[in-house]
Structure formats: structure tokens, C-alpha cells
């Protein structure tokens, strides 16, 4: 099956500082989704993105599928930022795999 | 608010014993799919129902079983508890004509 590798597992900023995340991925996929867990365990979604660039306020996502990776960009980050961030792929239908995630600890 | 709902929100149970547990989705999400987290990982893909019929499986025994409702809720059945069952289990669904899956908010087993 497809493999989905996260890098940083673990990244620590003060407040205000920007960070990037990445994921790379084995094979060609039709999904990406991009989530945050928060500390009770709901997986908020932040971007679905297959291919291309999307922003959302401090966050955007890149995904470039011919190489096969996609990375997450948190500007001016913030305490509330703090959690795991998951990368999730897919190539058929809406089954996903996960990547390990990146825990992410702002400290203010 | 994703509009996914999951009952219970925590369970306690011992080894050998069964478990239901429960989904709710939005209105118009045709697709339903349950994950398993173990503690310090990401979550894995169980199954995945479509229209009340099971549309993939992941690398999970049969004594994990799931149901679809006409009311887009769903169930998910595991018999037979073992230690390592304990876990979130994630139930997320998609909306009629899109790839995105929106997660509730899980439900925390502790198999005993």
C-alpha cells in the first residue's frame, strides 16, 4: 500500500515564529487532506489538496503530486497552534492513510 | 463543527467482551469510514461503507464488523476485545460528490 512519511515528528517554537511541515508520499493520489488534532482527540480539517496552493488566514498548503510531496506553512504561530498535524492521502474512493504526524508545541 | 456526531464519547470494557459503537453524520454524507488510533500513531482505516454496503476494508480481523443506516448513522461492532483494541475509534464521512472526510470526535476504548 501507499506510504506516507511526515517529517518533523516533533517541532518546538516560541510564539510568533513561522515553521514548515512535510509530507511525502510513495505513489500517485487523488486525495490529501491536511488535519490538526487537538488535545481531545478531534481531527480538525485545514485544507483538502490534492494538488496546488491553498491559504487560509496563517496557514497555507502546497502540494506538488508529480513529486510527491505537500507541505504545511503556519506563520506567526500561536499557543493554540499547538498539537499533532496529520497528512492523510488517498487513491481510491475516500479511504485514507495517515502519515505518523508532526507534534507541534508552541510555548508562549 | 464538522456535523459528525460519535456515542459514546469514552468506554471501559475487559477482554472477550463486545462493544458497539456509534456514528452519526450529516445529512447528504453517503460515505461513512471508521479508523482505529492507537496511542502515539496516526489513525488506520478500518472500513468503509457506501449506500449501507461495505465499499473497502482495511488490515482488520473479521471479528471487527460495521453497519450503514438508511439515516446515515452508522455502527461499528467488535467481538471479542483484546488489550490491543484499546484505541480512538474515529468514524468520518464524506458529502455526496467530494473527497473530503469530515471526523467526529471519537470514541476512547479501554479494553481491560
Known amino acids: 500500500g501507499i506510504q506516507v512519511e511526515q517529517s518533523p515528528p516533533d517541532l518546538i517554537l516560541q510564539e510568533g515564529a513561522n515553521s514548515t511541515l512535510r509530507c511525502n508520499f510513495s505513489?500517485?493520489?487523488?486525495?490529501l487532506q491536511w488535519f490538526h488534532q487537538n488535545p481531545w482527540g478531534q481531527l480538525i480539517n485545514l485544507f483538502y489538496?490534492?494538488?496546488g496552493t491553498k491559504q487560509n488566514g496563517r496557514l497555507s498548503a502546497t502540494t506538488v503530486a508529480t513529486e510527491r510531496y505537500s507541505l504545511l506553512y503556519i506563520s506567526s504561530s500561536q499557543t493554540t497552534d499547538s498539537g499533532v498535524y496529520f497528512c492523510?492521502?488517498?487513491?481510491?474512493?475516500?479511504?485514507?492513510?495517515f502519515g505518523e504526524g508532526t507534534q507541534l508545541t508552541v510555548n508562549p | 463543527e464538522t456535523g459528525v456526531t460519535q456515542s459514546p464519547t469514552h468506554l471501559i470494557k475487559t477482554r472477550g467482551q463486545q462493544v458497539t459503537l456509534r456514528c452519526s453524520s450529516q445529512?447528504?454524507?453517503?460515505?461513512v469510514s471508521w479508523y482505529q488510533q492507537a496511542l502515539g500513531q496516526g489513525p488506520q482505516f478500518i472500513f468503509q461503507y457506501y449506500r449501507e454496503e461495505e465499499n473497502g476494508r482495511g488490515n482488520f480481523p473479521p471479528r471487527f464488523s460495521g453497519l450503514q443506516f438508511p439515516n446515515y448513522s452508522s455502527e461499528l461492532n467488535v467481538n471479542a476485545l483484546e488489550l490491543d483494541d484499546s484505541a480512538l475509534y474515529l468514524c468520518?464521512?464524506?458529502?455526496?460528490?467530494?473527497?473530503?472526510?469530515?471526523f467526529g470526535p471519537g470514541t476512547r476504548l479501554l479494553v481491560l
Open positions: 445529512s447528504g454524507h453517503n460515505t
Open positions: 489538496i490534492p494538488s
Open positions: 468520518a464521512s464524506s458529502p455526496i460528490s467530494q473527497e473530503t472526510q469530515y
Open positions: 492523510a492521502v488517498g487513491t481510491s474512493g475516500s479511504r485514507l492513510t
Open positions: 505513489d500517485s493520489v487523488n486525495n
